[in-house]
């Protein structure tokens, strides 16, 4: 049973455009979300994270966006530059944060110059 | 460099050796993880540590498995009688106890089982 779904196996965007990664999850104890990039054969680097008491947080080029009453996110990157390609991992813990995470299946990203 | 390292980086064994990983989190760092990620997949939780003591176990964590802090510091993962279902990558990640932040997590163990 996957509590957190991200439905779009791979994405392409075009250089200078917005990315837009999409994430459910089904949990309602979840309460703190997590954004994380994955080059390969590397560890998952930390992104953006929300708390669900916001609906928006901002970091530079990145955004995430969080609707609870449709328990949805989305992570917003504007421009979208070459070195995003990579795969993105929506992660969500209960108990706000430093709980073990439970991950999405991830989103790989490519984005042509 | 501070952050989380894992040794080895790559790990090939034969069906039914036993294999032991290493993880040093960031120093200070009270929480420490474990999760594994196979292909197509994300990372899955594995257990964690609070300091020295083992607070939680997933249901993947079969009787083969073992893990260790013994001194809230380092933590070993070992896997005994590995089977070819055990290749993935073997993520290890901190956090600081106060936190409601990130997990920060290492470069990973890749183990391959022939």
């Known amino acids: 049973d996957q509590q957190v779904k991200q439905n779009s196996p791979s994405l392409s965007v075009q250089e200078g455009r917005i990315s837009i990664l999409n994430c459910d999850y089904t949990n309602s104890m979840f309460d703190y979300f997590l954004w994380y990039k994955k080059y390969p054969a590397e560890g998952p680097t930390f992104l953006i994270s929300?708390?669900?008491?916001?609906d928006k947080n901002e970091d530079g080029r990145f955004t995430v966006f969080l609707n609870k009453s449709a328990k949805h996110l989305s992570l917003h990157i504007v421009p979208s530059q070459p070195g995003d390609s990579a795969v993105y991992f929506c992660a969500a813990s209960g108990y706000s944060g430093n709980t073990p995470l439970v991950f999405g299946k991830g989103t790989r990203l490519s984005v042509i110059a | 460099d501070t952050g989380v390292s894992q040794d080895p980086r790559h790990k090939i064994t034969k069906r039914g050796q036993n294999v032991t990983f290493r993880c040093d989190p960031i120093s200070e760092h009270n929480r420490l993880y474990w999760y594994r990620q196979t292909l197509g997949q994300g990372p899955e939780f594995l257990t964690y540590f609070q300091n020295e003591a083992q607070l939680e176990k997933s249901r993947l964590l079969s009787d083969r498995f073992s893990a260790e802090r013994p001194k809230g510091s380092f933590s070993t993962l070992e896997i005994q009688r590995t089977e070819q279902g055990d290749s993935a990558m073997y993520l290890c990640a901190s956090s600081p106890e106060e936190s409601t932040d990130t997990q920060y997590f290492g470069p990973g163990t890749r183990l391959t089982v022939l």
């Open positions: 929300i708390s669900s008491i916001k």
